[in-house]
């Protein structure tokens, strides 16, 4: 059993096929998939996934790139959505963070809704799925002065080094690993899987993006089906098998997000 602790299955890419995306993904034996809102439309796309199809739960929050268009009405939304989290299947606000690689927003902007939007989540007491690219100082000083680690934090796509992801499990987070992990030309993230503990170890598609090698590439496109492949990799690195990988990223999905046991 595995479960994908990060998608975006609102996205285009499955608008053909989103039925047999997900069929497929529940034969490969993935429980539960964690979609999540970018902005606010998607965010209200990921609500109605949730509500539409079993094992789906949504996240809602505004990502870094999209962090100079949020507006007042935008997060009043969202908070409406997740006040009604049961009926609206959400388990956690995201994704948010900072992107320094792209810097689609100015960094200012990115800092000041990131910090913003930690704070609607310790209101609303959902932990929180971050995004950090090439800003893991600022991402991790941010998530510390928020004390978001009250709610919870998962460090989704890890790609920092060995000493961000120290610090990151010092501080209390979970770390998710993604499709980089199986690339050939991965070189320090390999060496970090052995440094998280059990309790604090996700995976993840981030599907439709980042395919896990072999298929990257080959089929640009990923899907959550694919998080087999990451457990694979995973374990290979734990020196375990995928089911163990699989059954306890499935109990840390649980324990991170509190899924209700009548969802
Ligand atoms: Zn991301
Ligand atoms: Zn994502």
Redesign the pocket.
Known sequence: MFIDS?AHLDTPHFDADRDAVITRAREAGVAAILTLGVDGASSQRAVALAQQYEGVFAAVGI?PHEAQHATPEDYKALMGLARAREANRIIAWG?I?L?YHYDHSPRDVQRREFRRQIRMARELDLPVCI?S?DAHDDVLTILDEEKAIDVGVVM??FSGDEEVARRSLDLGFYISFAGPVTFTNARKLPAIVPLVPDDRLLIET?APYLSPHPWRGREHRNEPARVAIIAARVAELKGVNTEAVGQLATENFKTLFKVPSTW
């Open positions: 990060h990502h994704e963070g992107d995004h690219r989704h796509c981030d």
